[in-house]
């Protein structure tokens, strides 16, 4: 199915003249009567939710979501450069976050399991590196996409704007 088909099929929710039309397909609003500027803008709304989405799905596939994982990564992230600065200081009481992953993250100075939280902290950094380049590919095409779709003048320019985007290859 094309996105265009299928834009016309997704179910919308718009408020219009005093009436609101609930989980209708654009389709249907259309053949309502409503005027096209009312399902552009639903479709639009429709398809720059789907590029998030989209983008979601890509950044699930490198990092673990939830909020409690992106405050983790925040907090492993804070101690891996605090104890990269501070090398001395860097004990596995200082730096719990880091501790617990002793022995299982690779050091990329050795490419082997980390024997202390200095280890841990380079892979850290390198891990943290490597997503910020991936983070803002996805960042790039998604806000680009959605920009597109923004100024399309047509259902079928704002589908066609959603085809064309460009989402970042990602590592195997």
Do not use: C
Request: aromatic share 4%.
């Amino acid at each position: 199915m094309t996105s265009l088909a299928f834009l016309l099929l997704t179910p919308v929710n718009v408020d219009h003249d005093g009436l609101s039309y609930r989980g209708m397909p654009l389709s249907d609003l259309q053949a309502a009567g409503l005027p096209e500027g009312v399902v552009l803008a639903a479709a639009k709304e429709s398809l720059k939710a789907r590029i998030d989405e989209a983008a979601e799905v890509l950044r699930g596939r490198v990092l673990t979501t939830g909020s409690g994982q992106a405050l983790e990564y925040q907090e492993v992230q804070a101690q891996a450069n605090a104890a990269l600065k501070a090398p001395s200081k860097a004990t596995a009481n200082a730096y719990p976050m880091l501790a617990a992953t002793v022995g299982v993250d690779v050091d990329p100075e050795t490419q082997e399991p980390s024997n202390d939280v200095l280890g841990v902290a380079r892979s850290v950094v390198a891990a943290y590196a490597a997503w910020n380049v991936i983070g803002a590919e996805i960042r790039g095409a998604r806000l680009k996409g959605k920009a597109s779709v923004d100024e399309a003048p047509s259902i079928e320019a704002a589908a066609d704007a959603f085809d064309a985007i460009a989402w970042p290859a990602l590592p195997a």
